[in-house]
């Protein structure tokens, strides 16, 4: 499946849900979803009656879009979820939120997890001092994440920094914002990785 290149704030609007993909735009409360909370087109407004099939459908897809995976990367993550230990739903979002796209989001080097996953495949970031530019590199915990020297006065990066004031920053990622790097501490529990995504409906539609 190709990677949806569209308006974005229309998904929004359609799967009624923050999905985090306007960054700035979403701070500031100028974001599509606040001013028109209804589905785009000429019928939006109307209230449709969604199966059950649908509201699972639509929790893969918050997921999918959210976090930028294509229809087979994530039913990639979702089998090696169900192969280990626990709820696959919790394996699920915890797997995929160590990501290097999501890792450097989360750090607060950039203001969407497109924006982090432009600055990883054009070769800005290193992990333990090695350039890494696969966006689905997985980070594991005590790695270095490290914004490259020459692209640390790149005026994204710092606007995205001076965002995290803002916005706070997860317990699971330790940043210097002086010397733009970060450590991956560790695995977040699932009940600490706030999205708008119920898992469970996700598990269920994969498990038919």
Known sequence: MARYRGPVEKIERRLDADLGLKGERRLSGKSALEKRPFAPGQHGQRRA???E???????????????????????????????REGNTGANLITLIEQRLDN?????????????????????????????????????????????KEKSKSNPQVVRALELTNQ???????????????????????????????????????YSK
């Open 49 to 51: 009656k969604i199966s």
């Open 53 to 83: 099939y649908g509201l699972q459908l639509r929790e893969k897809q918050k997921a999918k879009f959210m976090y930028g995976v294509s229809e087979k990367q994530f039913r990639k993550y979702f089998k090696e979820a169900a192969r």
């Open 103 to 147: 890792v450097v989001f989360r750090m607060g080097f950039a203001t969407t997890r497109a924006n982090a996953r432009q600055f990883t495949t054009h070769g800005h970031i290193l992990v333990d001092g090695k350039k890494v530019d696969i966006p689905s590199y997985i980070v594991r915990p005590g790695q270095k994440i490290e914004i």
């Open 167 to 205: 916005t706070g920053m997860v317990d699971w990622v330790n940043v210097d914002k002086d010397k733009v790097f970060g450590i991956f501490t560790r695995i977040p529990a699932r009940e600490e990785v706030v999205i708008p995504v119920e898992e469970r409906l996700i598990v269920e539609l």
